[in-house]
């Protein structure tokens, strides 16, 4: 009589699988973070401000879609809420376009809240992946762990971290979140 498969190793198996059949697109992705982190390091300050202007950009155009959505939606549910939502991106996203450097001030609070909160989630998803047996999970939680660390430099180094902190920090997580999925993707590659 043979052992049924757990759902667990079931899922282990399945993981694994996909895993190994997109091995070269976790590369390609950990090798492109990589360099996109290295070039942070080097210009932290254009980094910085290039950061905090792509995001103006994307709150603008996503409050114009917003706003589009919900007018061609008028008898929606919550209408006068995604008005409002859509008004608030608008403006977030007109205020870091407009002010650059003072939205480096404030995008540099909330890159401390970030790198806290993806510290925290990145942990638990590297306990996640040990726990259903999958390769180089120590990779990620090393990048949760820096990710805690790099926290704590900023938010040490206040208030002159301003005009370096978003553009190296950035740097940093993008190399060490590339690197992770590297050493997933290349252990990956081996397994079945």
């Known amino acids: 009589m043979s052992a049924q498969p757990t759902p667990n190793s079931k899922l282990a198996t399945t993981l694994s699988k996909s895993m190994h059949s997109h091995w070269r697109l976790f590369l390609f992705e950990g090798i492109l973070l990589v360099v996109l982190g290295l070039a942070a390091v080097v210009i932290p300050p254009l980094a910085g401000i290039a950061t905090t202007i792509f ?71 590297a306990i996640s992946h040990r726990r259903e047996l999958s390769g180089r999970w120590e990779w990620m939680l090393v990048n949760g762990v820096v990710d805690f660390i790099l926290a704590g430099i900023i938010f040490a180094a206040l208030p002159g971290a301003f005009t370096w902190a978003l553009g190296l920090v950035v740097g940093i997580d993008l190399i060490f979140g590339g690197t992770a999925l590297i050493g997933m993707a290349l252990s990956a590659r081996e397994t079945v």
């Open 55 to 125: 995001l103006g950009w994307l709150l603008l155009i996503a409050g114009f879609v917003g706003l589009l959505s919900t007018f061609k939606a008028g008898s929606a549910p919550g209408y006068g809420w995604s008005l409002l939502s859509a008004l608030v991106a608008l403006f977030a996203g007109g205020m870091l376009l407009w002010y650059p450097l003072q939205g480096l001030v404030t995008l540099t609070y909330v890159l401390i809240g970030y790198l806290l909160a993806d510290g925290l989630l990145t942990i638990i998803l």
